[in-house]
C-alpha cells in the first residue's frame, strides 16, 4: 500500500521530486520558530514584571508580608 505513488524506495531520490511537503522552506521555518520563541519570552517577561509590580504595589506597607509571617 502506497500513500504517494511510490511502489519501491530503491530508487534515486533526485529523480522522484518532492517526498515531503514543503520542501526547501526548512530555513523559513526555523525563522519563524525563532521569531515566535523570542517573541513569547518578550511577552511573558513583560507579563511577569507587570504581576510582580502589582503586588509590590499593593503591600507596599509590608502589612500583609508581616501578618502572613506572624500566622505562620
Do not use: C
Given at each position: 500500500m502506497s500513500t504517494n505513488g511510490m511502489e519501491s524506495w530503491a530508487v534515486d531520490l533526485k529523480d522522484i521530486g518532492a517526498i515531503y511537503p514543503f520542501q526547501g522552506s526548512?530555513?523559513?521555518?526555523?525563522?519563524?520558530?525563532?521569531v515566535f520563541w523570542?517573541?513569547?519570552?518578550?511577552?511573558?517577561?513583560?507579563?511577569?514584571?507587570?504581576?510582580?509590580?502589582?503586588?509590590?504595589a499593593a503591600d507596599r506597607s509590608g502589612e500583609e508580608t508581616r501578618t502572613a509571617i506572624d500566622r505562620h
Amino acid at each position: 500500500m502506497s500513500t504517494n505513488g511510490m511502489e519501491s524506495w530503491a530508487v534515486d531520490l533526485k529523480d522522484i521530486g518532492a517526498i515531503y511537503p514543503f520542501q526547501g522552506s526548512e530555513v523559513v521555518m526555523v525563522i519563524v520558530g525563532l521569531v515566535f520563541w523570542i517573541g513569547w519570552h518578550v511577552l511573558q517577561t513583560r507579563h511577569e514584571n507587570a504581576e510582580i509590580e502589582a503586588d509590590m504595589a499593593a503591600d507596599r506597607s509590608g502589612e500583609e508580608t508581616r501578618t502572613a509571617i506572624d500566622r505562620h
